[in-house]
């Protein structure tokens, strides 16, 4: 059981304006001045602080937190722990760049990782400030290393917003659209996606083994990148045997496996990563989102043989693996070991699954829940049919947001609930919470 952290915020969620406030209504006409219209918000309550599960904007509203930021303040806010690390390491130090003069925390993180990332064999890391820049270094590591160019990619996947990481990425709007030329050499295959393939995990992964040795040649394949459980095209778990079967293939086939373990990883699923549920070890591992408690931090795991192959000096960046981002890994890492995290996700995730389904039964436009851990979603259909119902997912949201509560959409149609709970959630806490949610669902059915 995870102790509930004491403080003045409390532990309930309250709301005591219209939502948004007026304090929030009038900021958020401050940031239409002087913010790009191209940088969105779902729910524009300005928030002055948080702690734990709870987030406290600036009318005094309480608002529940069921999406943690997109799965990055998995340990909670403001956790005594990692504030202590943070402020020590800024009063210490705030940066001297790792590639001029480098410091402890720096190699830590790396320690860390080696340790808990799949797998026994000898690995190398190298930090980085986001996720998609993570990606873009698994991806030229992935090509130095091999001397190979075809990346391998899947329908729905996300891996971020930069030129390479958007030609990556699968959806159009809002990520890509007249946002090219994207870069050349990523090719697409279909994704394991059990609601809608039908396909058991080997039949899958044979379609798509099919479509890489027919369209690209498994001889110019420089590495397959794929998201365990994918995140922002809809928490989709691939069928049993799909990430096993591609891994497979990669090792025949001299490719690089890269799993993108951004939102999936760092105990999100109950596991220190997704792929740890089938027993798969990635050549390389990218991780950022709930590594280092809410401080922008990015890593890449790899094998040792490939992440050395790189040149020296041809990687780094100026601020990747700041050290009061560094500090704040260490001291988020030790905090989910300290809590048992892990095992907290877990019962998260069957407690979530149980009022999920049941309210399935009830309700004709829930067509799944899926996903694993405290990263479980339900995919919205019209009734009777599998039909993206995006109306519902929307109308879902808005009403919980109206009621103080965080829950996000996400999914190639738009029609899938996602839910991202901070892991230190009470029972109370979230049993609050799915009580909105199923209210919402209900309202919408
Ligand atoms: C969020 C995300 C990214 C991009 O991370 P940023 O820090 O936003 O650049 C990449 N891959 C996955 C799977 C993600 O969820």
Redesign the pocket.
């Known amino acids: 059981m995870v102790a509930s952290i004491e403080s003045t915020v409390g532990t309930e969620r309250k709301v005591v304006t219209a939502l948004p406030g007026p304090k929030s209504q009038e900021l958020h006409a401050r940031r239409k001045a002087v913010v790009s219209a191209g940088v969105t918000v779902g729910f524009p309550v300005y928030i002055d602080r948080a702690e734990g599960a709870i987030i406290v904007d600036v009318d005094g509203n309480h608002i529940l937190d069921l999406g943690s930021g ?1 799965a990055v303040t998995s340990i909670g806010h403001a956790v005594p722990e990692l504030v202590k690390a943070v402020s020590e390491q800024v009063a210490a130090f705030t940066h001297t760049c790792f590639m001029v003069t480098p410091y402890e925390s720096y190699v830590q993180v790396c320690e860390e990782l080696s340790a808990l990332t799949p797998g026994t064999h000898e690995k190398r890391t190298a930090l980085f400030n ?4 993570a ?1 873009e270094n698994a991806v030229k590591i992935a090509r130095h290393a091999t001397g190979r160019q075809a990346i391998i990619v899947f329908d729905h996947a ?4 930069t030129n390479l ?1 958007m030609a990556l990425t699968a959806k159009n709007m809002p990520y890509k659209d007249g946002f090219g030329p994207f870069a050349p050499e990523v090719y697409r295959v279909s994704m394991s996606y059990p609601f809608r393939d039908g396909r058991s995990g080997a039949e899958a992964a044979e379609f798509a083994i099919k479509q890489i040795e027919t369209q690209v040649g498994a001889k110019n394949v420089a590495a397959i990148l794929i ?1 365990p459980i994918q ?2 095209g809809g928490f989709i778990v691939p069928a049993e045997g799909f990430l096993p079967a591609l891994s497979a293939w990669t090792k025949a086939n001299g490719v690089v496996f890269i799993a ?1 373990e ?2 999936s990883g760092f105990g999100r699923t109950g596991a220190w990563f997704a792929v740890d549920h089938e027993g798969v070890v990635p050549d390389m591992v ?1 991780t ?2 709930g590594l280092a408690g809410g401080m922008p931090l ?1 890593g890449v795991t790899g094998r040792a043989d490939l992440m050395d192959a790189v040149h020296e000096g041809g990687l780094g960046g100026t601020y990747g693996g700041n050290p009061v981002a560094s500090a704040a890994a260490l001291a988020s890492i030790n905090f989910m070991r300290d809590r048992n995290l892990l095992e907290r996700a877990g019962v998260l995730g069957d407690t979530i699954t149980t009022v999920l389904t049941n309210l399935a039964q009830d309700v004709t436009i829930i067509g799944e829940v899926r996903g694993r851990g405290a990263m479980i979603a339900m995919e919205l259909v019209e009734p009777g049919t599998t039909n993206p119902n995006a109306a519902a997912a929307k109308s879902i949201v808005k009403y919980c947001n109206d009621r103080g509560v965080i829950a996000l959409a996400c999914g190639t149609y738009g029609n899938v609930i996602r839910l991202l709970p901070p892991l230190v959630i009470t029972d109370e806490q979230l049993a609050d919470g799915l009580a909105v949610l199923s209210d919402a669902v209900r309202a919408a059915n």
């Open positions: 997109i986001s996720g998609a820049e990606v996300y891996h971020g917003r990481t998201e995140g922002e993108d951004i939102q990218t950022a989102k990015a």
